[in-house]
């Protein structure tokens, strides 16, 4: 029997974040089959997509004389400037090929133009609700399996946040990759082991 008080979270798998993507993710493209057997064993699955609107205020192109991968402050803190990439319905923000998408439910983020959203529970404020947690909690589902991309930006914020709200929370390395900014891969790492994120 699968544990109905258990979903999968898979983040992000989308066509910018792999191969020749606008934000591709070494090794994005190597998890697909991995993430796709391991849906068999969840009662729940939920997909997640990073879903701009043209012009966000994460895209280096809309900052005079910033490139992508440069650091801005925003209202709500410092900000990676990114490459254009997910924008809602086109080609680059689609589920990437292969991937099974028969799942629960699929969670959109980072629709708000003056905010990015990297958690799949709140937006980069660290306070604007996605409505995810209501939905878990409705349903009873108190422990949350993570795979996907990136795991040193959305899964590690996803699962960050969801450990501090109280799940049950666990990251399957090997079914996920990095962006690896600055050492940016072991620091989330150390961050989600502190924040009681189990990694086997
Ligand atoms: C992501 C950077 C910008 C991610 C999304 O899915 O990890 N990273 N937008
Ligand atoms: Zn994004």
Redesign the pocket.
């Known amino acids: 029997m699968r544990d109905r008080t258990h979903a999968l979270l898979v983040i992000d798998m989308q066509n910018d974040f792999i191969a020749d993507g606008a934000l591709a993710v070494p090794g994005g493209d190597q998890i697909v089959d991995g993430i796709n057997a391991l849906m068999d064993d969840f009662a729940t699955v939920i997909l997640t997509q ?1 879903w ?1 609107p043209a012009g966000h205020s ?1 895209f280096a192109s809309q900052h005079p004389g910033k490139s992508p991968m440069e650091m801005t402050e925003m209202p709500y803190g410092p900000q990676v400037l ?1 490459p254009d ?2 924008v809602q319905g086109r080609k680059g923000a689609e589920f990437v090929p292969g991937l099974r998408t028969d799942g629960d439910l699929i969670i959109r983020k ?1 629709f708000n133009p003056a905010i ?1 959203s990297y958690s799949a529970f709140f937006e980069n404020d660290h306070t604007t609700p996605t409505g995810l947690e209501g939905y878990l909690r409705t349903r009873g589902i108190d422990k949350l399996t993570m795979v996907g991309l990136a795991l040193d930006f959305c899964v590690n914020y996803s699962a960050q946040d969801a450990a501090r709200l109280g799940f049950d929370v666990t990251l399957r390395p090997d079914l996920s990759a990095a962006i690896d900014l600055d050492g940016s891969r072991d620091a989330s790492m150390k961050d989600m082991e502190n924040a009681g994120v189990r990694l086997p």
């Open positions: 990073d701009h994460s990114w990439h997910c980072g990015d």
